[in-house]
């Protein structure tokens, strides 16, 4: 698991840079502020990790530093919300779109290979919805940054769970 | 028999120009029997004589694989395709038991059949020299579908009517008897099993995916599993949080420096359930902000732990632990590198 272990270093490297910024701000910021921080260094540190240009790394460094503008309030507020609306497909005018496809949908068929084939279909969406970056991804593509994915997420999740283990220990010393 | 004869002309013609190129490649079929290509003609000669009786008359041999293509073949007359029955003679080749008819080449047929035996169940489909007969696929097609016994005893020899196209690099390609040869849905299939490969690794890594059979199943398991660590992500973010204002990260430039053998231990990934911090402590040891750095105060705090002697960060001389208790030394010990 030497990969593993080097590609959690990295991270909590590059997660205790991000982190370090919010230092200054700890002070004024709540609960949720600081949750909200705190994910973002990290899935910034996530995401920068290991030098693979990967489709969802791309993705994600983008959301962040949208979510993170938004947060600090550093551009106008306009302009983030902009970008925000470009990227939801929930206009009503897309909706409208979607409605009209459905109409001509073909005969449904009952055979054994296309319902599996549905089933697989609607699963495959809601991966692509998961992850990030997903939509614009097609099938190979996919499963190939669904593993890099999840190999990242579990090191951010055990790198996490260590940190929060450590610093409730040291709140809440062992009796001795 | 004279169109027998004629066909044979033709088909030397056809064998001896495309044993020509043959060679150039590693994979070809000369480099299969690892024999200069004239002994090979001349197998095939040999073979093709062999080749014939099984084509023409529906002999009741027990012989595995030309059986096959008996079976297959039978209710034919010969076709006048070389591509076939360059196919035909080279599975009587790989049977290796050929009716004693051609004399001097059988000893060498049974020599090498054996080792080929194998090897040409295996590499079939590298063969360049049926990739150039794509363009008959749809004859082939036709007599492939005739067959219905021994389909899939004969998936792996038949594998090397495939090739894909005249294209170098040959992108190997395994066909199944019945199934179509033309380029699209070659590429298709080539596509399709690449994802099925990467479906694999990824069900390796999700755990519990390994006996599951099916494609939407386990894509249900992996979203399952994407979204609980999505979810834990937003947990612990919480968690650290509520832990935050505590804890000045400011202790973690040491962690920046010197974290080089933080993550060397083994991790316990079935760490005990972290219970939420009471928040109420914080306003009641504030004082932990300043010792932290100092010495003293981590005497009493931690026990050093000797089930872990990977430990290599410089900072281990300055703490000792005193805790018994398993699992808190083992947190123990993850603060301790951290610091």
């Not at chain 2, 790989?94 to 080929?116: L, R, Y």
């Not at chain 2, 040869?181 to 298709?188: F, K, Q, V």
């Not at chain 2, 099993?193 to 990824?202: Q, S, V, Y």
């Not at chain 2, 932990?288 to 026990?303: A, E, I, K, T, V």
């Amino acid at each position: 698991m030497r990969n593993l272990s080097s590609l959690k270093q990295e991270f909590l490297r590059k997660w205790i840079k991000g982190l370090r910024k919010y230092n200054s701000q700890k002070k004024n910021m709540n609960l949720l502020e600081r949750k909200k921080a705190i994910k973002l260094s990290a899935d910034l540190a996530m995401a920068s990790t290991r030098n693979k240009a990967t489709l969802w790394r791309k993705a994600l460094v983008a959301k962040t530093s949208i979510d993170e503008s938004n947060k600090n309030d550093i551009s106008t507020s306009s302009q983030p919300k902009k970008i925000r609306k470009k990227l939801t497909n929930s206009s009503p005018l897309c909706r409208k779109r979607r409605r009209i496809r459905t109409v001509y949908k073909a005969k449904e068929r009952v055979e054994a290979s296309f319902i599996a084939k549905k089933m697989v279909q609607k699963r495959t969406r809601k991966l692509k919805s998961l992850l990030p970056g997903g939509k614009s991804m097609d099938e190979a593509c996919l499963v190939d940054e669904t593993l890099d994915y999840i190999e990242s997420l579990r090191a951010q999740v055990e790198v996490m769970r260590c940190l929060v283990t450590a610093s409730e220990l040291f709140i809440n010393p062992s009796p001795p | 028999m004279e169109q027998s004869t004629l066909e044979s002309i033709q088909f030397n013609e056809e064998i001896l120009g495309i044993m020509a190129p043959a060679p150039e490649t590693a994979n070809s079929f000369t480099a299969l029997l690892e024999l200069p290509p004239t002994q090979v003609v001349e197998l095939l000669h040999s073979s093709e004589h062999t080749g014939k009786l099984p084509l023409h008359v529906s002999n009741p041999k027990p012989y595995p694989l030309t059986s096959v293509i008996c079976g297959g073949t039978s209710n034919l007359t010969f076709p006048s395709n070389a591509a076939l029955v360059e196919r035909a003679a080279r599975f009587s080749v790989f049977a290796g038991e050929n009716p004693p008819q051609t004399e001097v080449k059988d000893e060498q047929q049974e020599t090498d059949s054996n080792p080929s035996l194998t090897q040409g169940g295996g590499d079939c489909v590298s063969d360049p020299t049926v990739e150039n007969k794509n363009s008959k696929g749809a004859k082939r097609k036709q007599l492939e579908k005739k067959v219905k016994v021994s389909s899939k005893k004969s998936k792996s020899i038949a594998d090397e009517n495939s090739g894909n196209g005249e294209e170098l690099p040959y992108v190997h390609v395994r066909v199944r008897r019945g199934q179509a040869t033309d380029s699209h849905s070659l590429a298709e299939r080539a596509r399709r099993e690449k994802i099925n490969a990467r479906m694999k690794l990824l069900q390796e890594l999700v755990p519990g995916c390994n006996k599951i059979s099916g494609t939407a199943l386990v894509l249900d398991k992996i979203i399952n599993h994407v979204q609980s660590l999505q979810h834990e992500v937003e947990i612990l973010s919480m968690k650290l949080a509520a832990v935050n204002p505590i804890i000045d990260f400011n202790l973690d430039s040491i962690l920046a420096t010197e974290g080089v053998s933080l993550m060397d231990s083994n991790f316990p990934t079935t760490v005990t359930p972290v219970m939420w911090p009471e928040i109420s402590h914080n306003g009641n040891r504030p004082q932990f902000q300043q010792p932290w750095q100092s010495d003293g105060f981590h005497q009493p705090l931690w026990g050093r732990e000797e089930n872990n002697p990977n430990f290599m960060t410089p900072e281990n001389s300055l703490l000792s632990y005193d805790s018994p208790a398993n699992s808190v030394s083992l947190h123990s010990n993850q603060l301790k590198m951290e610091l």
